[in-house]
């Protein structure tokens, strides 16, 4: 892996689509024509997207929080004034996000909540919050991206809002979303040694808990990375984008035919 000199900021990353990011390979993971769908056809954060991202920024980079946010107060917009001071606030927030009083409300309980666990304040110092990084991969070819939650002594710590922060409910979502392959992908760019994940769940009491990776999890995620890759630079150089039941590495393919059994009974 080969550093590249960043040219990507906060404000376009997302809408780069020259670099290939983990959640891009996500994508392709799917189909690849879900992943050209999803490339042609961008789609909006869900509000669950935007509370996790505004609680990112509250914990990681407090000082940028209200350039980017903007606390909405509530607006009776059955009335002359209500529509009004509305029509002015969305003015001069309009190139904010904008989120409710009882979502920031929120948003500080699990920053405080976070920041009295004295692991926790231990492992976000001296380091860099949000580091963007840009990468080549020699093997494949290919420029890739990727956004660090916070990079310190060769130690990536990546924070997770959950439903579930327990070790095995945590663990289905590590599945389930595949934080393992994010590890190593990240992991491989910058040569760091150790994935941290503190894991916060989203509703009262907030409950927290650590985790990091071991070298079988993160052995397993980069075989699907590498993998993903090589369906990406594949599909790309052939112009072929096969939907679910076609091998993505081999244009002759022809459809397969799934057997579905149930193996709760076995």
């Keep these: 892996m080969k550093l590249l000199n960043n040219d990507l ?9 020259e670099y290939i990011s983990n959640s891009m390979l996500n994508n392709i993971s799917v189909s690849p024509e879900y992943f050209r769908f999803r490339q042609d056809n961008p789609q909006s954060a869900t509000p669950a997207m935007k509370l996790g991202s505004a609680i990112h920024m509250d914990i990681l ?18 009335t002359k004034k209500g529509k009004e001071d509305y029509a002015e606030f969305s003015k001069e927030h309009m190139f904010k996000t904008v989120i409710s009083e009882s979502d920031y409300e929120l948003i500080t309980e699990i920053t405080l909540r976070v920041f009295n666990d004295k692991t926790i304040k231990t492992l976000l110092q001296q380091g860099e919050p949000e580091k963007i990084i840009q990468w080549h991969n020699e093997h494949y070819n290919l420029n890739c991206k990727g956004m660090l939650d916070y990079h310190r002594d060769g130690m990536i710590i990546d924070l997770k809002t ?27 760019a910058v040569k760091a040694y150790r994935f941290i ?27 699907m990375y590498n993998h993903e890759l090589e369906v990406y630079k594949y599909c790309e150089e052939n112009d072929y984008w096969p939907g679910a039941g076609f091998d993505p590495l081999d244009k002759e393919s022809e459809r397969t035919i799934h057997i579905l059994e149930n193996h709760d009974k076995i």
């Design 9 to 17: 900021t906060y404000s376009n990353y997302y809408n780069d689509t």
């Design 61 to 78: 980079q407090p000082q940028e929080f209200l350039k980017h946010y903007a606390i909405s107060p509530k607006f009776d917009k059955r």
């Design 162 to 188: 959950t439903q579930d922060a327990s070790y095995n409910g945590f663990m289905r979502s590590v599945r389930k979303y595949k934080y393992h392959k994010q590890a190593a992908y990240y992991m491989d």
């Design 197 to 223: 994940i503190i894991a916060v769940e989203k509703t009262p009491p907030f409950s927290i808990n650590i985790f990091e990776m071991g070298d079988d999890m993160i052995d397993e995620g980069r075989d």
